[in-house]
């Protein structure tokens, strides 16, 4: 089993800038894909950006294209994604997942380890 833990959330002006980091504990040996998604109140959870165990494929929603950063260290078990330029309808609480492989995926079913959350809110 892997666990995660997301931290670095918190309350921003528009405009401004976080950077949530999720960290790995447990059976981490081998080949773990990551990703971001949030929830916003009353929706459903949307993917944000996803990241290969290797490094060399990341996608992003279209949403957060150009704002939004994922990256990862492997040696510390370590996934990142950097925000900037935040918007109010980037309020949600984001969540961190992971899947065994390389391969990265926009959906969310593909993740089989969750994080517990981290609250992100962005006031205009």
């Known amino acids: 089993q892997v666990q995660l833990v997301e931290s670095g959330g918190g309350l921003v002006q528009a405009g401004g800038s976080l950077r949530l980091s999720c960290g790995a504990s447990?059976?981490?040996?081998?080949?773990?894909?990551m990703g971001w998604f949030r929830q916003a109140p009353g929706k459903e959870r949307e993917f944000v950006a996803a990241?290969?165990?290797?490094?060399?494929?990341?996608y992003y929603a279209d949403s957060v294209k150009g704002r939004f950063t994922i990256s990862r260290d492997n040696a510390k078990n370590m996934v990142y994604l950097q925000m900037n330029s935040l918007k109010p309808e980037d309020t949600a609480v984001y969540y961190c997942?992971?899947?065994?492989?390389?391969?990265?995926?926009?959906?969310?079913?593909?993740?089989?380890?969750w994080g517990q959350g981290t609250r992100v809110t962005v006031s205009s």
């Open positions: 997942a992971g899947r065994t492989g390389d391969n990265a995926y926009s959906n969310y079913r593909r993740y089989a380890y």
């Open positions: 447990g059976r981490t040996s081998g080949s773990y894909a």
């Open positions: 990241m290969s165990w290797s490094g060399s494929s990341t």
